[in-house]
């Protein structure tokens, strides 16, 4: 069963300007996608679209057999976006508690999965630090940390590698291969090595 599933979707911002043109996609449980494309081809428009953060001008999205937008299954779906949104006056653990409660996780959850994805994405020792003293590397890393809260079922990552020196972008890569036996991941990037 496909649990994401776009069905002839169109995007216009204006009449010139299309940036979905009658897309179908398929994805189902357990597989690892990439939508690969220069910048400006529509990947995040894609997402975005997907998730109901932006309306279609026809066609339909499904996520988890459901119709986009639905807020009740934004719990079980992890998302990155291209730039991070994170509150850089709290500190990495204060920005991973509000998002956690965001997704509705309990108090005795949430502090243990924020142990988990903090050691996961390598920022345990620096939760109590302000985010505006994190380098590029670590928001995308506590960005991720914040997506893999609550273990989705769906993690969807818009160019994660963005802002990490090559040995990160090597054990994000690696993070996702290992994390793609238990959930279906979506990729969009413009870096053909991250793909290969």
Same mark, same amino acid.
């Given at each position: +069963? ?9 995007k ?9 043109r ?7 449980s357990?597989e690892?996608?990439?939508?690969v494309g ?7 428009t894609?997402? #975005?679209? +997907?998730l109901?953060?932006?309306k279609?001008d ?5 996520v988890?057999?459901?119709t ?8 079980d779906?992890?998302? +990155?976006?291209q ?6 006056a709290?500190?990495g653990?204060e ?8 997704k509705?996780?309990s108090? #005795? ?11 996961v ?7 109590n #630090? ?5 380098s ?7 960005s ?11 993690l ?7 802002g990490?020196?090559p #040995?990160?972008?090597?054990r994000l ?5 290992? +994390? ?16 290969e």
């Open positions: +069963m496909a649990l994401i599933e776009l069905k002839d979707v169109t216009k911002y204006d009449k010139s300007t299309t940036a979905l009658h897309i179908d996609l398929s994805v189902n357990g690892f996608v990439y939508l220069p910048s400006g081809a529509g990947k995040s894609m997402i #975005k679209t +997907m109901g953060m932006e279609a026809s066609g339909i999205a499904l988890l057999d459901r986009m937008p639905n807020r009740h299954i934004l719990g779906i992890g998302y +990155m976006a730039s991070d949104a994170l509150y850089e709290l500190s653990q920005n991973l508690e509000f998002f956690g409660q965001l509705g996780l108090k #005795k959850d949430l502090t243990t999965e924020i142990a988990h994805v903090a050691q994405v390598d920022l345990t020792d620096h939760l #630090k302000a985010v505006s003293g994190y590029g590397g670590m928001k995308r890393r506590l991720l940390a914040i997506a893999l809260l609550g273990n989705p079922q769906l969807i990552l818009d160019e994660p590698t963005a990490l020196d #040995k990160e972008r090597v890569r690696e993070l996702l291969a290992d +994390m793609a036996k238990d959930r279906i991941i979506l990729v969009a990037t413009h870096v053909v090595s991250d793909v």
